[in-house]
């Protein structure tokens, strides 16, 4: 379909061009010797109507010039005349006398037009007029070789003269400029035949180069090229039309970058890699380089330092990418234009920064703009933008923009160093609330291993621990409060201290876990509206005890992953514990789950951390866990090294934690029980027993304060139960005394009255042993001292 289909009817002939023109003749008396078709067209008289008659009746009344006055002129003449038509109305017609030589039947031709064609026509010549000399738009012309056959003053101008380039090739013109538009021929030469041999016109091509004009600065101009055809439609050449857009495009380039900027710069929560933004973002639209310096203090985290003298002690960054990222430190002198744009808050341009004075290095900068980094009223550091192939200087627009450049690199610098700082206090809020040290214990061999998660997400809730027990157990615990942050990691260290609290009251699995679970719904309900409680963060938990006397474990789970158990034999299996529902949600109760586990067991106890990512579920996660325990054999540290190298590489999107516990059984000559008759005659044999039993382990050294403690347990068992009480001796690293019976009430500590004959038995217990405590039992309650063994 053609583009512009009332083309053909433009016509830039004269409308007194004899070819359009009405024509007549008329004779030395001003008589109509001749009287044309264009005649008849214009005015409607047919040739027989006005021949041989005067002229003047063709004149509406009131013209005041006559045809013979104007026919005697020596030259032609053009004038304006009202001239009546056949049908009684007026035309305002231009009309030329032109006079003959030789006078006689035809002595004058007169050529008459609508004097309002006329001036339409008038106004076209103005306005290629004005495109040859006025117009901003450079027009040129090529022949069908491509050489240059003319231009207009626009053209002129930037060539610096036309002439030298008169029949030159296009190629010639701007030899260092190149097409920037995509979806088009790559140079000029194609863009030209494309245009020749199709007649399709290229419209709004951007071309960058230097004007011979002006070679200094870099140009851009919207070109477009068409065809010309002569009268037989046969190709003529073509002309192009360019406008220099440089301003329009700069600004057009200046909002896309501010686009980019706004999703590229503080994207990461890195300070390393928002500096590394800004230099990306702003190379090289605005500047061949970007440098930022900042103070040690804002890198780490830290609050900016105060006080200090400006450009003092900072840290400057390199690089575009992480690959080409480096540092080094820099510190500037007071009257350095780096340290007056820091203390005046203000951008300074460095025209001839004193780098590239006299330097023959061609990458040396010609103009360096300094822009502080400012945010929230404080100065973070600087940012360098520096010139060496762009010869122009920072200009007031550009200067505008480097600083909104800054300004949002300011911005995602110190939300960097915020986070940074929130994130290096979760992370020593939650190491400091992790185990430390845990205590040997004789019960198991353990080994764990911590993996936070990816900087990116944040400080998880994960946690574990490992907790002494009364009768040489051990208790085991293992969480993971749903999360990451701050109160992710505090929420994890109240739990922890709540668990090792209560199980040290030597609870069982799932007591613990219910009042564990109703302390979290009492913390919710207490909490501030809005404020977020465990219950809304989701906490699971998973406790167990291992009594190595019997081999006995016990364990209990609030939506916590079961355990994986590998016995000796390196048979691996999942525990067939139900989990119960996650810590604060209620009702339904929790259950415990025994499993009689021999000697070198291997349990492994875990976060979903460990066995589901984004690209495993859990069930392929605990499959590959449990494969890295067939090798139980193998200490438990480098289980625990074997189980962490199969997570998938990468940025880990959850905490992952995870315990292994090697079970050990204490010997049977470790282990002494005797079974005493309700008779207060049997505390004299308990002391005997306790004296023969510590002499076979050689501990006579204890035998004054066993005995003393043994007697006044066995004493308030015989006196307080309705049956048979149980002594228990057990050489560990230390000396434990276990007294049972069937009695549910407890014992409590108190001082008596000097006239009170009893009431002082625990209170000797106290003074004796190193720690004692009661924990109860599905039969009744255990009393039991722990002595150390010198």
């Not at 007026?90 to 064609?117: I, K, N, Q, Y």
């Not at 863009?191 to 011979?212: D, F, K, N, Q, S």
């Not at 059984?665 to 039993?693: C, F, K, N, S």
Request: net charge negative.
């Amino acid at each position: 379909m053609d583009r512009f289909p009332k083309a053909p009817d433009v016509d830039f002939h004269s409308p007194l061009d004899l070819s359009k023109a009405a024509a007549a003749v008329l004779d030395d008396e001003g008589r109509v010797s001749g009287w044309g078709a264009s005649a008849q067209r214009l005015l409607g008289h047919a040739p027989e109507d006005v021949l041989g008659r005067p002229a003047e009746r063709l004149l509406a009344a009131g013209t005041g010039q006559r045809p013979p006055a104007l026919c005697g002129a020596r030259g032609p003449r053009l004038t304006v005349l009202d001239l009546c038509c056949r049908d009684g109305h007026t035309v305002r017609a231009a009309v030329t006398f032109s006079p003959l030589a030789h006078r006689g039947a035809a002595a004058t031709v007169v050529v008459a037009a609508e004097l309002e064609a006329l001036r339409g026509w008038e106004a076209q010549l103005a306005v290629l007029q004005g495109l040859a000399t006025e117009s901003p738009v450079g027009l040129t012309v090529f022949d069908t070789d491509g050489r240059v056959v003319w231009a207009n003053v626009s053209t002129d101008l930037e060539l610096a003269g036309i002439g030298p380039y008169i029949g030159r090739p296009a190629a010639d013109l701007f030899p260092e400029g190149e097409f920037i538009s995509r979806h088009h021929p790559p140079d000029e030469e194609q863009v030209m035949e494309h245009v020749l041999t199709t007649g399709e016109p290229i419209i709004g091509m951007h071309y960058r180069g230097r004007a011979p004009a002006d070679p200094v600065r870099e140009h851009v101009w919207s070109c477009s090229y068409h065809r010309l055809l002569d009268a037989r439609g046969e190709p003529l050449g073509l002309f192009e039309e360019s406008l220099d857009i440089t301003d329009r495009y700069r600004a057009q380039e200046r909002l896309s970058l501010l686009v980019r900027a706004g999703k590229r710069i503080g994207a990461s929560l890195d300070v390393r890699r928002t500096a590394a933004e800004l230099a990306d973002v702003a190379v090289p639209q605005l500047a061949d380089e970007v440098l930022v310096d900042l103070p040690p203090a804002v890198i780490d985290g830290r609050q900016p330092p105060t006080g200090s003298a400006p450009g003092h002690g900072l840290v400057r960054m390199h690089g575009r990418t992480p690959e080409e990222f480096r540092t080094t430190p820099v510190s500037y002198p007071p009257s350095s234009p780096q340290a007056l744009s820091l203390a005046t808050s203000r951008p300074v341009v460095d025209a001839s920064p004193p780098e590239a004075a006299g330097a023959a290095d061609p990458a040396a900068p010609h103009s360096c703009l300094f822009v502080p980094l400012l945010t929230r009223g404080a100065v973070l550091g600087l940012a360098t933008f520096r010139r060496s192939g762009n010869p122009d200087p920072f200009g007031a627009e550009e200067q505008a923009l480097a600083v909104e450049l800054a300004e949002r690199a300011a911005v995602g610098i110190d939300n960097a160093r915020r986070y940074t700082s929130q994130h290096s206090a979760a992370l020593v809020l939650q190491r400091s609330l992790l185990p430390q040290h845990l205590p040997e214990q004789s019960a198991v061999d353990v080994a764990y291993r911590y993996l936070p998660a990816d900087n990116r997400v944040g400080v998880g809730g994960d946690w574990f621990d490992v907790i002494p027990l009364s009768g040489a157990r051990v208790g085991l615990t293992v969480g993971d409060v749903v999360g990451h942050g701050v109160h992710a990691a505090a929420t994890m260290g109240r739990l922890r201290a709540t668990v090792r609290t209560l199980a040290l009251l030597d609870l069982d699995p799932a007591e613990l876990l219910t009042r564990l679970d109703d302390l979290v719904a009492q913390d919710t309900e207490c909490r501030a509206d809005g404020e977020p409680g465990a219950e809304a963060l989701g906490v699971t938990c998973l406790y167990a005890i291992y009594d190595p006397v019997g081999g006995r474990c016990v364990w209990a789970s609030a939506g916590h992953p079961p355990p994986i158990v590998a016995d000796a034999s390196g048979s691996v299996a999942l525990s067939a514990l139900a989990p119960g529902p996650p810590l604060g949600l209620g009702g339904l109760p929790y259950e415990n789950v025994e499993l009689s586990l021999a000697g070198g067991s291997v349990v492994a106890l875990f976060t979903d951390g460990v066995v589901e990512d984004r690209h495993t579920d859990i069930d392929s996660g605990i499959d590959r866990l449990a494969q890295v325990l067939t090798w139980q054999r193998c200490p438990v540290e480098e289980l625990c090294d074997r189980a962490l190298s199969t997570l998938p590489p990468g940025p880990q999107a959850d905490d992952a934690t995870l315990l292994l516990v090697r079970t050990r059984r204490l010997d049977a000559d470790h282990v002494t029980d005797l079974e005493l008759p309700p008779d207060p005659a049997m505390v004299a044999h308990a002391r005997t027993a306790t004296e023969r039993q510590l002499a076979a382990w050689d501990l006579s050294a204890l035998s004054f304060t066993a005995e003393l403690v043994v007697s006044e347990l066995v004493t308030n068992g015989i006196r307080y139960a309705s049956g048979p009480v149980v002594l228990r001796l057990i050489r560990d690293r230390s000396l434990l005394c276990e007294v049972s019976d069937n009695a549910h009430t407890a014992p409590h500590l108190r001082r008596a009255r000097r006239d009170e004959e009893g009431g002082r038995g625990l209170f000797l217990v106290d003074q004796m042993s190193r720690r004692w405590g009661t924990r109860y039992t599905a039969s009744g309650k255990t009393i039991w001292a722990e002595l150390a063994i010198p």
